[in-house]
């Protein structure tokens, strides 16, 4: 199936590597094919209504790939049909992934356009592909968002105060990637660890003084808050 990805953004350069194709602008639409099979719109959740309200009459099928956005922001294109497809991963330009590595959740307006997309997506190298309404989608993309880029920043913190300290920030590397492993075995709830797992004031004192003290103020407070979290959930 032949593939047209518009979005010039982290999925859709990813996207369009895998695809085998060059990402469209998706302010112009410029160059965009008129017998690709598939149409994929990877931008920006708040402009996706906006782009397919201007896509042109097309023979194929067209797609968003956001996880907060219901299918009905497609409702207006002349297409075969339209679907969504969701890749549930964390995705950067200068890191390109294996499909293989990328959970897709999809949806379509009908049965068979929900067989082409996964049909399509098997054809380039996607393994993991589930069925999601959109409903069940927005909660999954609420769920990346703590576990991904929540996980980022608090990582960024540590790096942060590291550097700060003179000391190489991949000390923490092996103490991240041990943290991951454990929840192949383990739910979160029982892997945690910590002071605050231990109810252990003084620890959770010193450490917040000593954020006070690097003038991180704000890290401090969301230090507290996830403790007090960490204390009232088990």
Not at 21 to 36: F, G, H, M
Not at 88 to 97: A, V
Request: with cysteine; charged share 20%; net charge neutral.
């Amino acid at each position: 199936m032949k593939v047209a990805v518009i979005g010039t953004g982290n999925v859709g350069t990813q996207f369009a590597h895998i695809f085998g194709t060059k990402p469209i602008s998706s302010r112009t639409l410029e160059d965009l094919p008129t017998d690709a099979d598939l149409y994929i719109i990877s931008i920006s959740d708040s402009v996706v209504k906006e782009v397919a309200e201007k896509m042109p009459p097309v023979n194929g099928i067209i797609a968003h790939t956001t996880g907060s956005v219901g299918i009905e922001a497609l409702s207006s294109v002349k297409s075969k049909g339209y679907g969504v497809i969701y890749p549930f991963q964390t995705i950067s330009k200068s890191r390109p992934l294996p499909p293989s590595s990328i959970p897709l959740l999809i949806e379509a307006s009908d049965p068979e356009t929900l067989k082409s997309i996964e049909n399509c997506a098997r054809e380039y190298g996607f393994t993991q592909i589930g069925m999601a309404d959109s409903e069940k989608r927005r909660r999954v993309h609420l769920c990346g968002t703590f576990a991904c880029n929540f996980t980022n920043a608090m990582i960024g913190i540590s790096q942060k105060i590291l550097s700060e300290s003179g000391i190489d920030g991949q000390i923490i590397n092996p103490l991240v990637e041990e943290t991951i492993e454990k929840l192949r075995s383990l739910p979160a709830k029982e892997a945690q660890t910590g002071p605050a797992a231990r109810k252990d004031h003084s620890t959770l004192y010193s450490h917040r003084a000593l954020l006070e003290e690097l003038s991180m103020k704000k890290e401090a407070d969301i230090y507290s808050l996830i403790s007090e979290y960490i204390m009232t959930s088990r």
